[in-house]
């Protein structure tokens, strides 16, 4: 039977990972976090309390777990924050990383982890695989420092780069889409730009080609991104179209308007033809994933 070790278990990708892959009876799964409890306690899924940036709880974890392959979905992720919070952002997104790929080596482990769009300028998307990273924020330098740990560390691995993730979770931290309908469901008015443009991406869609890289036996790099290319003002007018909500709350800004601790990358987006033929996936457009995002929010509410 597979061994499979999930770090950042607690978080939106983390998450879903652990619940795709419950309904799996091949597969030994142990779930990790930094918090001391699961949000999934009550499913009595296996999980241990993990600080993946000490050394030599990771090693001893991997030690008796013996995992074939590890699943990183944690991370430091908040781009203002990570600007302004420099020395922790290295240790989550770099130095835990360092820690994993050390692990993986001395277990014999396959190492799948997750990148970001930040790691290119965003002057010319979207980008293929082959682009040449060129990071402008403190965030994309650690994601790209996290990648080349891992691919000069001589273990196998596998780096799937997204793009503006969301979807829904127990206690996870409000992201764009969530933001956004949040916010038009109480009446609110939301300034959004209309210059950052990428391909926004269902979480489901991540934690499958997670899932598929593994089981596919695939190395490299992947771009994984939603099914169309579009401004964040442009997913919110969807958002509000497929939640009911009332569109003319949203009201178009520029991202100069914002004054941001951290720049953005601004025509981003994805090319994801390799992850398509090599993975066998079809990415959900904007209008799909927000309907599967409505379902969940409403199957939440229910309970």
Known sequence: MKRILICGANGLL??????MLSTQTDYEVLNTSIERSFVFDNMLFDYNQLDITNRSDVKSLASSFQPNVIFNAAGATNVDWCESNREETWKVNVTAVENLTDAARKVGAKLIHVSTDYVFDGKNGPYN???QPHPIGY????????ENAIRTAGIPNVILRTIVLYGSGIGVKANFALWVIN?????????VVDDQIGNPT???DVALAMI???ELNREGIFHIGGGEQLSRYDFAIQAAKVFDLDASLIKRIKTSDLNQASPRPMVSGFITLKAETQLGMRFLNTAEGLTLLKHELQHIGRN
């Open 14 to 19: 983390g998450q879903r990972l652990s619940l």
């Open 129 to 131: 695989e082959e682009v």
């Open 139 to 146: 965030y994309g330098r650690t994601k790209l420092a996290s």
């Open 183 to 191: 916010n038009l469901k109480s009446g609110k008015q939301i300034n």
């Open 202 to 204: 269902y979480v489901g």
């Open 212 to 214: 598929k890289s593994f």
